[in-house]
């Protein structure tokens, strides 16, 4: 294969080199911004012509992302967006940032990928780079996307550049941002890899050089994978401590005085977010081909998706307590988003835990400060609204379950006021009096 010598080097090195983003939604917004911010003209690409119109008009649709740091980079014109893809082969480097979710059956849903190849390979021009940075399993880049891609005649390796670099997203995460956060970044080809750590370098704080896709994108599971099973085994050490009488928030407590060899992980109501709950999956379902069973990612699972179960099993000992049933109670979750201070609600427990309540004949309202409205889906068979929190609210419910620990909700109101409190996060912990009432879950 002939080494390919690539002008787009210099061009990346002056920031006059024309980025494109693929999708833009919780990773792709924020990287968009970061190229812009750092002199690159960008223009994002999405099917949804409301992002695309509100990035148009500088309006952000991301809560953590503030409209005005996205309305002056739309106005100086370093930012735009379109719905249509033909101007792809206007571009210069290609970012794909489009979601990976998991099929009914718990294996990987390629489609999105697979459509986007297919919508880009007509516009493929010799001396681009495409970089796929959706979350999936080792091989996707070279066996997915490279085919797609080639469709336009054009050879990845020879005529344009191809890589795979990982998001590392973490939504209102106030230490760490697009830009400061390490990236991961493995090329097709040796001279594939240069051109991508140099786009990357251009914008980003630091980027980590890897000799492949493959291995770019094995370690993004890889740090999914360690959390999720770390998260099954305190989640599993919670539901022990409860039935031996020990406080297992104490007990971490203690653990994490130890200087080495020992990391905090935080038990919770079930995983959330786009990457936890699912990318592991990816993993198990490719090992298949290898005939590899993946025991340790397979028990976490089971044990992160009982953990909705358990919180209802834990409301329903605590109404028994107050002589209550579950059937016909009033319950108030306190939190619908999947983690506290932002509005994402990507496979959110809570919305779990809400439907096994009404299954059991609950009535239940929610209170979110960043989610307003809860759209039929995902088991809700109806719209919900976010009701107000204050003390005449409180007094209507047999019980309120803390689902996510906003920074901005008065728990210590919440302890005082409720009949019965379950609370899965921890949140109430030393806020004063009323903790008799205080059921851990």
């Not at 809400?354 to 400060?369: F, W």
């Not at 919440?414 to 019965?420: H, T």
């Amino acid at each position: 294969m002939r080494v390919m010598v690539s002008p787009l080097l210099e061009r990346i090195r002056r920031r006059e080199a024309k980025v494109g983003v693929v999708g833009l939604g919780y990773v792709g917004l924020p990287l968009g911004m970061a190229f812009a911010e750092a002199g690159f003209p960008v223009t994002g690409l999405d099917v949804d012509s409301r992002k695309v119109e509100g990035i148009g008009r500088g309006e952000s649709y991301i809560k953590h992302i503030p409209s005005a740091s996205l309305k002056e980079l739309s106005d100086s014109g370093r930012l735009k967006a379109t719905t249509d893809f033909s101007k792809v082969g206007e571009l210069d480097c290609i970012i794909i940032c489009v979601p990976t979710p998991l099929t009914a059956t718990r294996e990987p849903d390629m489609s999105y990928i697979s459509r986007t190849g297919e919508m880009l390979a007509s516009h493929v021009r010799a001396g681009q780079l495409y970089v796929l940075e959706s979350t999936t399993y080792p091989g996707t880049t070279d066996e997915v996307l490279k085919p797609l891609l080639e469709k336009s005649g054009l050879r990845a390796g020879v005529d344009f550049h191809l890589a795979f670099s990982p998001e590392r997203e973490d939504p209102g995460n106030a230490h760490f941002n697009t830009r400061t956060i390490p990236k991961i970044v493995g090329g097709y080809t040796p001279g594939c890899l240069e051109v991508a750590q140099a786009l990357y370098a251009s914008a980003l704080k630091e980027t980590v050089a890897v000799s492949s896709t493959r291995v770019a994108e094995m370690a993004k599971l890889l740090e999914n994978i360690f959390r999720c099973v770390n998260i099954a085994m305190v989640n599993e050490m919670k539901m022990l401590c409860d039935r031996m009488d020990i406080d297992v928030w104490e007990v971490i407590q203690a653990a994490a005085t130890k200087p080495f060899g020992f990391m905090p992980f935080f038990p919770g109501p079930g995983l959330g977010g786009h990457c936890i709950p699912i990318d592991p999956f990816y993993l198990t379902w490719k090992a298949r081909e290898y005939e590899f069973h993946t025991k340790f990612i397979e028990l976490a699972g089971e044990v992160n998706q009982q953990m909705p179960y358990y919180v209802v099993q834990r409301t329903m000992e605590a109404l028994n307590k107050n002589r209550k049933t579950l059937n016909g109670a009033r319950v108030l979750c306190l939190g619908a988003a999947y983690k506290k201070d932002i509005d994402d609600m990507r496979e959110s427990p809570s919305l779990r835990i809400m439907c096994l309540l009404k299954e059991r004949g609950a009535q239940v309202d929610y209170h979110d400060p960043y989610v307003a409205r809860l759209e039929p889906g995902h088991g809700i068979h109806h719209a919900m609204q976010s009701v107000p929190l204050r003390p005449e609210t409180l007094r209507q419910y047999d019980a309120v379950l803390i689902l996510t620990d906003h920074s901005n909700i008065d728990y210590a109101m919440v302890v005082e006021l409720a009949q019965v409190v379950v609370d899965t996060r921890n949140a109430t912990r030393q806020v004063g009096p009323g903790r008799e009432k205080v059921m851990k879950a």
